[in-house]
Each structure stands twice: as C-alpha cells, then as structure tokens.
C-alpha cells in the first residue's frame, strides 16, 4: 500500500467514524469517555488541532459543527441528557485514562 493509499483508506474511516457517531445520537458524551477514554468533543478538537495546522483560521466552533453534524448548542438541545451519580463517579476514576489533548 502507498502513502497516498494508506492516507486515503485513514480519512475514509475517519469520516466513517464520524457518521457512525452522528447517528447514534442516543450514546452520550459521558459514556463514549467513561469506557473509551474520549469522546465527540476530543475528536472535535484533534480535528480542529490538525486543521489549524493548514489553516490558522479555523475555529474550534467549526470542527464540532463537523464532528456533531450540527452545532453544539442543537446537539446539547436535542440529544445531551444530564450525566447521572454513576456516570459522573465513573467519569472521575477513570480521568487518567482520558484522551490527552495539547492546546485545550
């Protein structure tokens, strides 16, 4: 497989990645990090990270609008739910675990 292969194959499950986490609207933030360490937003802004790189003026708003497929006040609005004891508990032991991200 050539870089250029490999590169294509890579943004193709990066934006098969991104539509699988569009629909399934109905799995919160919450959860995404209490079992895998990241979630819609840590994509957001490895996104918004990279993009920045060819283009300075891009913003964070924007890479979430990409990653939600909506902005995060219509996703807040219509699909977040309010973390539970659990969750929140869950959240904070497994806070080490949790995607490192520079710049945020």
Not at 47 to 73: C, W
Not at 81 to 103: L, M, N, P, V, Y
Request: glycine share 2%; hydrophobic share 35%; net charge negative.
């Amino acid at each position: 497989m050539t870089k250029d292969q490999q590169t294509q194959a890579e943004a193709a499950a990066f934006r098969s990645l991104v539509a699988h986490l569009q629909q399934r609207s109905d799995v919160q933030n919450i959860d995404l990090m209490n079992l895998a360490g990241f979630c819609r937003n840590c994509l957001s802004k490895w996104y918004s990270a990279e993009v920045k790189k060819l283009n300075p003026e891009f913003d964070y708003a924007d890479a979430q609008r990409h990653i939600y497929g909506m902005t995060i006040d219509e996703w807040k609005r219509d699909f977040q739910t309010d973390a539970s004891q659990e969750q929140q508990q869950r959240f904070e032991e497994t806070r080490e675990q949790h995607a490192k991200i520079s710049g945020y």
